[in-house]
């Protein structure tokens, strides 16, 4: 039994970026796409036309926009494509990800935004404020990455907060079924208060980075790669923007304590990142379980 994938597609830049990102997640993962277009619900803006002509013709245009999506998807991935009614593009996403089982939701960015970089429009602000299922952010020219590099390294960003422990699952899950390295990064030197001895810095550091790595190393297949390392700058941003990056990356970070169980809100560690990172970002929701994170994105075999 495999995984579904909810993508969120509008006939824009944005749109092709989440369906090329989805694509090449799905087949990395053995999973199904579903392409998802979300049309105005019942109680529209009074502006829009409410008779019946325009909305056949609203649905007839959808199906067309979806038609390009699919003919985007390698002939290799599943896909299905729907049409949903929602009071926000959002809000009916996250009804289609509920109903189909979906393990993630992907967006695309903003209009405007820098090529190899975030930019978070409505749609992804709602999603990161409600989402019951990791949100996955696909930087604007995701559309221009080489499909078959799939998934080559999986980096998860730590600290010693509550909810590491399911962030850790979650990228192991990913990293397992789309057989990548796994890469961890220690922030907890970043997380420490300013004053601190550069030597006490490097042994908390260093400290961390190995009890990371070991718990890692009981739950990945041994055929795995996987490495720690310490996040060195003054600000999230700094340390980011200091690691290398690969065109096939994917990073994983956690939601914000502030969010309700089972939901997110992105909370300052991760918009630090955001804006830095230069490969797609999945967000995971504070409790997300251990069984969730493996259930429902890998398959029965686990590999491909």
Known sequence: MTGRI????????AGADAVAL????AAASGSELDLVLVLPGDDRSVITPPDAGYDSHLRARAAEWLGDASAM???????RTHVRYGDSFAAGLLTAAGELGASHIVVGAANGGLRGRHRLGTVATELLHSSDVPVVLAPE????VDPGLGITRVTVALGTRPGADVLL???VALATITRSEL????LVTV????????GVIRIVGAAHAEEVLAKARDLLPP????EAVVAEGDSIEDAVSHLGWEPGEIAVVGSSRLAQPRRLFLGSTAAKMLHELPVPMIVVPRTRTHDSARGQLTSESGSR
């Open 6 to 13: 909810v993508v969120g597609y509008t006939a824009t830049d």
């Open 22 to 25: 989805g694509t090449r997640l």
């Open 73 to 79: 998807v390698a002939d290799a991935v599943p896909r």
């Open 141 to 144: 020219g995701s559309r221009r």
């Open 169 to 171: 699952d979650e990228a």
């Open 183 to 186: 890469r961890l990064v220690s």
């Open 191 to 198: 997380d420490l208060p300013a004053g601190v001895d550069t």
């Open 223 to 226: 055929d795995i790669a996987s």
